[in-house]
């Protein structure tokens, strides 16, 4: 059955954000809101953020194939935005944790780096991995998987636990919630819910309940004492691959568009910077060529099987792009994770972003930093 689209949030984005435009103007005139160096990148996430959480590589039985770092869920070599961003501030950044997955049924390792990069592939918002799915492209391994793909929540716990607090120098990037929206769309496909208006009526709930969760973890780094906190947009999911040109593709930019209503509506006037991946992302579908892309709506990596809805950036590698430089040029790398080049946009602009509402010195980041893929 088609799911219908949320005709209710165009209402509720008259109700709720109806003054953003305005507020948008008086809060460029006001920038930078925060001045003086920036000490060190904390971030927070998902797969889109994740610095190198997951290291498939250990798995291979030959060790003299197996790779010492995780991997991102990107194209190969290449860096995640959150990494093109430290590069612009020249600052490090690197996982918090690492799960070495071991040769198939030897077990593997959990490994406490003690990076600020606490984004992992497979978060949720506030959902731990106890009972959430496993992320595409990482063995569900009870032990392993239970104590990773932690929420936000939980990491934002886990940096107050080992940090106390911030000092109010530091740049908190925060990303997330597509998780928790793909596997409601996946759960409403499945118990396909009659009458029709019981599915806009748990979307439309959902939604709220996501953006309020959002917002509760953003407010808590505020409190804990951040002042440079940068919350990355939800991008439109209808443009998403496997969900572009598909009876959900409608229902899936609904979402996300109330859902970032929601959120922005709710975090005016709090301090914390919102940045329109959503908008970017739009932009780029509509005139690639104006951000050097050539193809968005087709995936860069050929092991990527449409008919089964499998992810696969983890594991893409030059040898498994469709052509030669499609890491360069197209804008997903699978089914909803980008390639090096939209990766690349997005830190870049980000970059700017930073420069521009708190005056930190950036510099152009054209060259990934190279990474261990075999």
């Not at 005139?29 to 797969?47: E, H, L, N, Q, W």
């Not at 600052?91 to 040769?103: H, S, T, Y």
């Not at 509760?216 to 919350?231: C, D, E, F, P």
């Not at 997005?346 to 980041?365: L, M, S, T, Y």
Request: charged fraction near 20%.
């Amino acid at each position: 059955m088609r799911l219908p689209s949320l005709r209710w949030l165009l209402v509720l984005a008259l109700l709720v954000v109806g003054g953003l435009a305005a507020l948008a103007v008086r809060d460029r005139a006001a920038r930078p809101v925060v001045t003086g160096p920036i000490s060190a990148i904390v971030s927070f996430g998902d797969s889109l953020s994740d610095v190198g959480t997951y290291n498939p590589g250990a798995a291979y039985p030959d060790p003299a194939t197996r790779s010492a770092t995780g991997q991102r869920f990107t194209t190969k070599p290449g860096e995640v935005w959150v990494e093109v961003v430290a590069d612009a501030l020249g600052l490090p950044v690197k996982p918090n944790q690492q799960v070495d997955f071991g040769p198939l049924g030897q077990g593997g390792r959990i490994v406490d780096l003690g990076g600020n990069g606490y984004a992992q592939g497979g978060a949720h918002i506030e959902t731990d991995a106890e009972t959430a799915p496993a992320p595409d492209g990482i063995p569900a391994d009870g032990g392993l998987q239970g104590e990773t793909a932690i929420s936000i929540k939980t990491q934002i716990d886990r940096y107050l636990a080992e940090h106390k607090g911030f000092d109010g120098t530091e740049l908190v990037l925060v990303q997330g919630g597509g998780n928790d929206f793909l596997d409601a769309f996946q759960a409403l496909g499945e118990t396909e819910p009659e009458p029709a208006s019981d599915a806009d009526d748990q979307l439309e709930a959902l939604v709220r309940a996501k953006a309020a969760a959002m917002v509760t973890q953003l407010k808590r780094l505020a409190a804990a004492g951040a002042k440079r906190i940068v919350y990355v947009n939800l991008p439109d999911l209808g443009m998403l691959p496997f969900i572009r040109n598909t009876e959900l593709e409608d229902m899936a930019t609904d979402v996300s568009e109330g859902y970032n209503e929601l959120v922005a509506g709710e975090l005016s006037g709090t301090g914390v910077q919102v940045f329109d991946l959503a908008g970017l992302i739009d932009a780029a579908v509509d005139d690639p060529a104006a951000v050097g892309l050539t193809v968005t709506d087709k995936p860069a990596c050929t092991n990527y099987d449409a008919s089964q809805g499998e992810v696969d950036a983890l594991l893409c590698t030059p040898a498994t792009l469709v052509e030669p430089d499609a890491d360069q040029h197209y804008l997903f790398a699978d089914s909803m994770h980008p390639t090096t080049a939209g990766h690349r946009l997005w830190g870049e602009k980000v970059a700017a972003f930073i420069h521009d509402r708190f005056g930190a010195v950036v510099k152009p980041i054209r060259v990934a930093r190279e990474t261990t893929a075999r």
